[in-house]
Every structure is written in structure tokens, then in C-alpha cells.
């Protein structure tokens, strides 16, 4: 919740700011704080601290006050930490990991169970199912399109720009288009879903918040992360796509019933005998 605070302080009206400061400096005593004294604390009106709360994507101050006292009591650290030169192996393996598990723990707390249902409802009812990746989310698409096929669905992963641009032409009311991006700003991808979207398609995308791709977006699944990608290549933003991809194809899963129990058997006895005793 700190990262996400952090990351949109420059969207928040003035008064909103003072709400998100007074958080980041005295977090445990906000967590512990009535509405009105955090108001007193900001020097703002009570609605301008629920105002607030709407704005990071919470029902109002109860809501947002229970799931930061939530966080607080995580026994994972809720801030990245950034990695030095003279960090040793111990040290390094920790904080790799500890980054990548507040990631995710944060994600999960971030999820919103409304967007879910309705993007799990729109991927077990498609014609053709198409995963738009650029770079390292490419290789995400290629995942998630490993995953659904086996479910008996019409899927493909296009990581080239140009084949997306086509493909999406293509594209009808009765598909889906899932496009995943950590940044939700190269502009082919975005030219791609635009296409998508004219024709039609819904798009389901796995992106951050305030992005160009999640304005677009039919159905947009948050993955806050706080990672410098413009210097490193993604790890923790992978991390979460896949586990995204991983709920959404349960999720897609479970809707379809048995049936999919029987074709993912047949997919099994097919690499039978393949291994080695």
C-alpha cells in the first residue's frame, strides 16, 4: 500500500497529498488513528481523507484502514530493497526473494475480486483467445497461451509487433484479447489493442495503474510493482504477471467444469512414455 501511496502522490489534489504525507510518516499511528484524528493530523476535512481512500481504490476510510494494519502485520517487508554492489550472497539472495514475495503479497491484497470474475467470464466464453506481449512480456504470453490451450480453447501468443497489428485486425465481439505490459505504454502494443477494441474485441489487460493500456482496457487487473525497469530487465513485474495468468487460468478452468478435467487427461496420456524411469 506504501508503494502504491508513493506512486501516485504526483495524481492526488493538494489536499489529498497532505492525507498521503501524514501515511508515509507516521504510518503505524494512522493505522491505529479515527478518521477524524487523521483528518486533525492533515489539517483536512474528514471527506477529503475518504476522498483519498477512493482515490487508492479502497470503499472509504474503514476499508482502506483495515487492509493497511493488514500490511503492517506482514512478516515480509513492504518496500523494495535495492540491491548494492557490496551486497553479499546471503544478502542477495534475500532481498531477490523478499522483493519478489511482497510483490506478490501486495497484488493479492490489491486484487479486486469484481474485475476478476468478469475477466475469467469473458476468457471461458471466447471463440479465440490472443496474448499480446512485447519483450519480457512476451515470454509471459507465450506462458499464458501454454496454459489455455490445453484447456480445448482457440489460443495463440504473439510477441511481433507487426503479426499483433494484423492479428488484431482480425479480431471479433466474440474473442478476447489479453495484453500484458509492465509499463502499458509501448505504443504498437497500445496500437494493436486500440485495433481490438474498434473491431469490437474486449481486452483484458495485465498492466499498472494510470497506464495508457489500463485506460483502454475492458477489464483491467492491476500489478502494482515498484521495479526500475527502465535499467533492469523485469523480474518482480514477471513474477506477477504469471501468478495473474495462473488465477485467471484456474479461474477459467474451474467455470468450464469437468470437461476441462477430461481434456487435460487426454493432454497428459499423450506425453505418457516420454519420460525416462
Known amino acids: 500500500m506504501l508503494a502504491q501511496i508513493r506512486q501516485q502522490l504526483s495524481s492526488l489534489s493538494t489536499a489529498e497529498r497532505k492525507v498521503a504525507q501524514l501515511i508515509l510518516e507516521q504510518t503505524r499511528a494512522v493505522a491505529k488513528s479515527a478518521?477524524?484524528?487523521?483528518?486533525?493530523?492533515?489539517?483536512?476535512?474528514?471527506?477529503?481523507?475518504?476522498r483519498f481512500c477512493r482515490s487508492m481504490g479502497y470503499g472509504g476510510w474503514p476499508d482502506f484502514k483495515i487492509k493497511l494494519a493488514a500490511s503492517l502485520m506482514v512478516g515480509v517487508p513492504y518496500v523494495h530493497s535495492s540491491?548494492?554492489?557490496?551486497?553479499?550472497?546471503?544478502?542477495?539472495?534475500?532481498?531477490v526473494l523478499d522483493n519478489a514475495v511482497s510483490a506478490l503479497l501486495r497484488v493479492r491484497n490489491d486484487i479486486n475480486a469484481e474485475r476478476l470474475d468478469t475477466a475469467i467470464g469473458l476468457l471461458a466464453g471466447a471463440r479465440r483467445i490472443e496474448f499480446y506481449g512485447v519483450g519480457n512480456s512476451g515470454i509471459v504470453a507465450a506462458d499464458a497461451q501454454h496454459k489455455f490451450f490445453r484447456f480445448d480453447l482457440s489460443t495463440v501468443a504473439y510477441a511481433d509487433t507487426h503479426t499483433q497489428l494484423m492479428a488484431a485486425s482480425l479480431l471479433s465481439p466474440r474473442d478476447v484479447?489479453?495484453?500484458?505490459?509492465?509499463?502499458?505504454?509501448?505504443?504498437?502494443?497500445?496500437?494493436?489493442?486500440?485495433l481490438a477494441l474498434k473491431n469490437g474485441c474486449p481486452v483484458v489487460a495485465i498492466t499498472a495503474s494510470n497506464t495508457p493500456l489500463a485506460q483502454l482496457a475492458t477489464v483491467m487487473l492491476r500489478a502494482d510493482t515498484q521495479e526500475d525497469t527502465e535499467i533492469y530487465s523485469p523480474m518482480i513485474s514477471r513474477l506477477v504477471h504469471l501468478a495473474l495468468v495462473d488465477v485467471l487460468a484456474l479461474g477459467v478452468a474451474l467455470r468450464r467444469g469437468n470437461d476441462v478435467s477430461l481434456?487435460?487427461?487426454?493432454?497428459?496420456?499423450?506425453?505418457?512414455?516420454?519420460?525416462?524411469?
Open 263 to 277: 481434456v487435460l487427461e487426454k493432454t497428459k496420456r499423450s506425453l505418457r512414455g516420454r519420460r525416462q524411469a
Open 83 to 95: 540491491l548494492s554492489a557490496g551486497d553479499g550472497t546471503a544478502v542477495l539472495a534475500a532481498k
Open 35 to 50: 478518521l477524524g484524528d487523521v483528518a486533525r493530523l492533515a489539517k483536512v476535512s474528514e471527506p477529503t481523507v475518504i
Open 177 to 194: 484479447l489479453v495484453a500484458i505490459s509492465h509499463s502499458g505504454r509501448s505504443r504498437e502494443l497500445l496500437d494493436a489493442v486500440k
